[in-house]
């Protein structure tokens, strides 16, 4: 058994050694596909990870009519406590705001003073979970503090809503984008590998008539093409990761404080180590499946003449 | 051993390269295919080895029917079956020894037993001393003797030769002939296309005799 996986494993080394250029074309190509695909992945992940730090951020102030006294307040967070879709709840009185504020303002806290307090009202502020700060699940909370007493008004303040929004859309379109990049990708794969193969069998088609002739099998003869194809398949995909990386180290080094200030101060981040081993694997496959395809191509022309 | 009954072949809807031919060997049996080109000498040949397969009839082979052979059974086939051809066809960019050794790695043969084996196969060819060249360095007769040891080496029941001297001058003719009768005398099942007559004089042998693809005279 050893001494076949070493047999075909040489068998396939010699074809690529006889078109190394070839080779290195179909691996570069590989690579620029899987490496559109991861970056587009890449994107995604940050797009995704923005998004819900955003929706993390999301809050509902609730500014109180009248100087609520702080035990209603203190009753009225209690009870938003126990709703669904609530992280946490912060109250202010109107003197903690008034100050908050002051603090806020630095040198020109001065001003303040010549205010009217009932500028600045007491508050009741809910820290909303990602999976209820969209549009509806604000609402709904927004609705259910109007119900408590002693509400005036209640501000969606949620931090860049409908940039979150649009940050949303544009993530489904990329989760579209990255579908049909990804077919894109595995069809690529497919057309480069089983055309080197092809050509390569092409370029041994004396050597395997022969080896037909004195009884090689199908499957003798198809094991080094898939060895052939797993190589090319899984040099492409290591090869775009390595570029990923190194482009993603660039980003950061260079365009470090530009980047962070685009992505919402999320430092970047890169594809996890399990979607990297899945698109080098996913690589590896598609490119033993082209491979197939192409001997299957070469084995049914068999000639004798 | 070989047995075809009532065998066409067609590659073309109007004409028949093969028509309604019955042939038997038995087994060790020696004998010539002979015929004018055209004849379907090489057609037959295909045939025996399922390189092509018949319109009409039965072909048995070692006992059994390659008519109704799955595509994945053809190899097995052929390791029963050495075939040389007229032109060698040997690998050029191999050594001597590789295109022997050929035969044998298909099989999933031990580095060992390949090595013992081809060694000793291209000394019984008279080839002990030019293994590691490469054939295209050969003479004709010498490239013949490699294409042979490569049929050979392991040991079909059944050698199939389509002019396998075509190509050479009378001396080398005979030399690679011997080969062949020896391969016989071991007990390999021979068939031999030429269109030599001397070769079929000197080697007394049964003739088998097509044209145009009709077996017209067999001496067995
Ligand atoms: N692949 C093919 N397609 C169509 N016709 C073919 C094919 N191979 C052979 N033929 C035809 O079948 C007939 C028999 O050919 P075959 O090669 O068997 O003759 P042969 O006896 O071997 O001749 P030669 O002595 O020239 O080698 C010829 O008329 C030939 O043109
Ligand atoms: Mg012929």
């Known amino acids: 058994m050893l001494h076949w996986m070493r047999y075909f494993a040489g068998k396939a080394a010699q074809s690529v050694r006889q078109s190394v250029v070839m080779q290195l074309v179909a691996v570069t190509t590989i690579a620029v596909a899987v490496l559109v695909l991861a970056g587009l992945l890449t994107v995604l992940r940050n797009v995704d990870r923005v998004a819900a730090q955003w929706a993390h951020d999301a809050r509902l102030i609730a500014f109180l009519a009248d100087d609520v006294p702080p035990a209603e307040l203190a009753a009225a967070a209690d009870a938003a406590r126990g709703w669904p879709g609530v992280v946490d709840v912060d109250t202010r009185t109107r003197a903690e705001a008034r100050a908050e504020l002051a603090a806020a303002l630095g040198p020109d806290g001065a001003l303040l003073e010549s205010v009217d307090p009932a500028v600045v009202p007491a508050s009741l502020e809910l820290a909303v979970a990602a999976d209820h700060a969209d549009a509806a699940g604000r609402r709904a909370l927004a609705d259910r503090l109007r119900a408590l007493p002693g509400i005036g008004a209640v501000d969606e303040v949620t931090y860049g809503a409908d940039l979150l929004e649009r940050l949303r859309g544009l993530r489904d379109l990329l989760r579209v984008g990255g579908l049909v990049v990804g077919l894109l990708v595995a069809l690529a794969v497919v057309f480069i590998v089983s055309n080197?193969?092809?050509?390569?069998?092409?370029?041994?088609?004396?050597?395997?008539?022969?080896?037909?002739?004195?009884?090689?099998?199908?499957?003798?003869?198809?094991?080094?093409?898939?060895?052939?194809?797993?190589?090319?398949?899984?040099?492409?995909?290591?090869?775009?990761?390595?570029?990923?990386?190194?482009?993603?180290?660039?980003?950061?080094?260079?365009?470090?404080?530009?980047?962070?200030?685009?992505?919402?101060?999320?430092?970047?981040?890169?594809?996890?180590?399990?979607?990297?081993?899945?698109?080098?694997?996913?690589?590896?496959?598609?490119?033993?499946?082209?491979?197939?395809?192409?001997?299957?191509?070469?084995?049914?022309?068999?000639?004798?003449? | 051993?070989?047995?075809?009954?009532?065998?066409?072949?067609?590659?073309?809807?109007?004409?028949?390269?093969?028509?309604?031919?019955?042939?038997?060997?038995?087994?060790?049996?020696?004998?010539?295919?002979?015929?004018?080109?055209?004849?379907?000498?090489?057609?037959?040949?295909?045939?025996?080895?399922?390189?092509?397969?018949?319109?009409?009839?039965?072909?048995?082979?070692?006992?059994?029917?390659?008519?109704?052979?799955?595509?994945?059974?053809?190899?097995?086939?052929?390791?029963?079956?050495?075939?040389?051809?007229?032109?060698?066809?040997?690998?050029?960019?191999?050594?001597?020894?590789?295109?022997?050794?050929?035969?044998?790695?298909?099989?999933?043969?031990?580095?060992?037993?390949?090595?013992?084996?081809?060694?000793?196969?291209?000394?019984?060819?008279?080839?002990?001393?030019?293994?590691?060249?490469?054939?295209?360095?050969?003479?004709?007769?010498?490239?013949?003797?490699?294409?042979?040891?490569?049929?050979?080496?392991?040991?079909?029941?059944?050698?199939?030769?389509?002019?396998?001297?075509?190509?050479?001058?009378?001396?080398?003719?005979?030399?690679?002939?011997?080969?062949?009768?020896?391969?016989?005398?071991?007990?390999t099942t021979v068939l031999v296309a030429t269109h030599d007559p001397e070769v079929m004089r000197t080697f007394r042998k049964r003739v088998v005799t097509l044209k145009a693809g009709r077996v017209v005279d067999d001496t067995g």
């Not at chain 1, 470090?256 to 180590?273: H, I, R, T, W």
């Not at chain 2, 042939?23 to 049996?29: I, T, Y």
């Not at chain 2, 070692?62 to 007229?86: A, D, E, M, T, Y």
């Not at chain 2, 001393?129 to 049929?151: N, T």
Request: with cysteine.
């Open chain 1, 196 to 305: 080197t193969i092809r050509l390569a069998l092409f370029a041994r088609r004396e050597e395997l008539e022969i080896m037909q002739l004195v009884g090689a099998t199908d499957g003798f003869i198809r094991a080094p093409c898939y060895l052939e194809g797993a190589f090319q398949g899984v040099a492409g995909g290591l090869l775009a990761l390595a570029l990923l990386t190194g482009l993603l180290r660039v980003l950061r080094e260079e365009g470090g404080a530009a980047l962070g200030v685009a992505v919402g101060g999320v430092p970047v981040e890169g594809l996890p180590p399990g979607l990297m081993a899945a698109l080098v694997g996913g690589a590896g496959l598609v490119a033993v499946l082209a491979s197939h395809l192409a001997a299957t191509r070469f084995l049914r022309g068999e000639r004798w003449d």
């Open chain 2, 1 to 187: 051993m070989l047995q075809m009954f009532h065998v066409t072949k067609q590659y073309t809807r109007d004409a028949r390269a093969l028509d309604d031919v019955s042939l038997r060997l038995e087994k060790g049996d020696f004998a010539f295919l002979a015929g004018p080109s055209g004849a379907g000498k090489s057609t037959l040949l295909k045939l025996l080895f399922a390189a092509e397969t018949p319109t009409k009839g039965q072909i048995m082979v070692g006992g059994h029917n390659i008519h109704r052979i799955q595509r994945s059974s053809i190899p097995f086939l052929r390791r029963n079956i050495g075939v040389v051809f007229q032109d060698f066809k040997l690998l050029n960019r191999r050594t001597v020894y590789d295109n022997v050794a050929f035969s044998l790695e298909v099989l999933g043969a031990r580095p060992r037993d390949i090595r013992l084996r081809v060694t000793r196969m291209l000394r019984l060819v008279g080839l002990g001393d030019k293994m590691h060249l490469s054939p295209g360095r050969l003479s004709g007769g010498e490239q013949q003797r490699v294409a042979i040891a490569r049929a050979l080496v392991n040991e079909p029941q059944i050698l199939l030769a389509d002019e396998p001297t075509g190509n050479l001058d009378p001396e080398l003719t005979f030399e690679i002939m011997r080969l062949l009768q020896d391969a016989n005398t071991r007990g």
